[in-house]
């Protein structure tokens, strides 16, 4: 997945907002919190993705080849995956997961905000 790319999925998902910061990391937010963070890898020219993901999810993923826990992040317990190459998920499977990555982050929203927004989740 190319920069672009990964910038017009994430700006496909409804109320998503775009900044870029922590020294040109594409970051995807809704509501002010993040759930996407894309980065070049400036030695392989490869984009390096990281998202929130379920417990499960976080532990089947975190030793697979291509994906790792997110520095920083799981790092301060939270569960968050950075994938650095397609291995083991190739792109189609990583936009399933940014997907589930805004879903989690949308449900940590307030009732209010998420009514607001028009937010609907089905179980």
């Keep these: 997945m190319t920069e672009g790319e990964f910038n017009a ?3 496909s998902l409804p109320h998503t907002h775009h900044v870029e910061q922590w020294g040109g990391a594409q970051v995807w937010k809704i509501a002010g919190k993040v759930f ?3 980065f070049g ?3 392989s020219d490869k984009l390096y993705v990281t ?3 379920s417990p ?3 532990e089947l993923l975190k030793e697979q080849p291509g994906l ?3 520095p920083y992040l799981a790092s301060r317990g939270m569960k968050w995956i950075q994938r650095t190459g397609p291995e083991t998920m190739d792109d189609s499977t990583l936009q399933d997961y940014l997907k589930e990555s805004y879903k989690l982050v949308a449900l940590g929203l307030s009732k209010k905000k998420q009514k607001e927004l028009g937010l609907v989740f089905e179980p």
Excluded: Q
Aim: glycine share 6%; proline share 6%; net charge positive.
């Design 9 to 11: 999925f994430c700006a």
């Design 36 to 38: 996407a963070i894309g």
């Design 41 to 43: 890898n400036v030695e």
């Design 51 to 53: 998202f929130k993901c």
């Design 56 to 58: 499960m999810s976080y």
């Design 68 to 70: 790792r826990p997110a």
